[in-house]
């Protein structure tokens, strides 16, 4: 049966399952009102992931670097970048990741330089839902990057609302 096009939002606005690192405050509030002052009104779910992407530790730095929202089943794209000591871009001489389930299994997708130089990338298929932790770690020069997580999600439908207002 059609969704009413009477302009609300229709659908699970929150997450079911939902991993997030601990926060004490969140810019969130603050991108949500720069958004609607640019004429983008966002929906709850997209308010909820700016506040929880935008979470700040005690000390003002971010609880978390990066934030995705997968579906099980889909392909989760994961850059990384390599740098000399001097902060260069460099192209390392292996490049791995590593994807930590939340079950406590690993996966290593294959790693490909991609440009510009010293960007890597990995295609890796969301198995699996709740916290995964992805650890990048180039050789020659050496970085390890162990700060970086994402979570999947049970698939569900979801009706979005246009910036025209009409439910999508």
Not at 1 to 21: A, F, H, S
Not at 46 to 65: I, K, T
Not at 120 to 125: F, G, H, K, R, T
Not at 149 to 158: E, F, I, K, Y
């Amino acid at each position: 049966m059609p969704e009413p096009d009477d302009g609300w939002v229709y659908g699970c606005q929150r997450l079911r399952i939902e991993t997030v690192p601990p926060f004490v405050s969140s810019s969130g509030q603050e991108a949500a009102e720069l958004a609607a002052s640019a004429g983008l009104l966002l929906d709850p779910w997209q308010r909820n992931c700016l506040n929880v992407g935008l979470g700040e530790n005690a000390d003002g730095a971010w609880s978390a670097f990066e934030i995705a929202i997968n579906d099980l089943g889909a392909t989760t794209r994961l850059f990384a970048e390599c740098r000399d000591p001097g902060g260069i871009p460099a192209t390392a001489a292996a490049a791995t990741v590593t994807v930590t389930l939340p079950d406590g299994t690993t996966a290593t997708p294959v790693t490909a330089e991609v440009a510009p130089l010293g960007t890597y990338q990995a295609d890796y298929v969301n198995t699996l839902p709740g916290q995964h932790t992805v650890r990048r770690v180039f050789t020659g020069p050496v970085h390890a990057y162990t700060d970086t997580s994402m979570s999947a999600r049970l698939p569900r439908r979801l009706s979005c609302r246009s910036p025209m207002g009409k439910s999508t």
